[in-house]
């Protein structure tokens, strides 16, 4: 069982950059890859960046790849997405999400493919 809590959302304006920070709870956090997704209002959730296990491996969507960067610290049981150069369609809520892996370096890309959710941070990028 693993639980997450999205934290660093907010409003900027388009050019900034802003961190999101997913902490989870379990002892088996490191057996996880994790994936970012984000949902606009009146629009379906996209995947936007997952992670591998062990971090060896990452994957973005091409909207934000250049842009965004993906990480995790497994000691700390945290995944972090790193948001620069932000743009008005940036806007959504961030979720982050998590689904057990093994030690195989799988990345899922649709959120079917995962197990636990937070709750979101909500993420306003203004023109």
């Known amino acids: 069982q693993v639980q997450l809590v999205e934290s660093g959302g907010g409003l900027v304006q388009a050019g900034d950059s802003l961190k999101l920070a997913c902490a989870a709870s379990?002892?088996?956090?490191?057996?996880?890859?994790i994936g970012w997704f984000r949902q606009a209002p009146g629009k379906e959730r996209e995947f936007v960046a997952g992670?591998?296990?062990?971090?060896?491996?990452?994957y973005y969507a091409d909207s934000v790849k250049g842009r965004f960067t993906i990480s995790r610290d497994n000691a700390k049981n945290t995944v972090t997405l790193e948001m620069n150069t932000l743009k008005p369609e940036d806007t959504a809520a961030y979720y982050c999400?998590?689904?057990?892996?093994?030690?195989?370096?799988?990345?899922?890309?649709?959120?079917?493919?995962?197990?636990?959710w937070g709750q979101g941070t909500q993420v306003n990028v203004s023109s």
């Open positions: 992670i591998s296990w062990n971090g060896g491996r990452t």
């Open positions: 379990g002892r088996t956090f490191s057996r996880y890859f």
């Open positions: 999400a998590a689904a057990r892996s093994g030690s195989l370096p799988y990345i899922g890309r649709r959120d079917n493919e995962y197990d636990y």
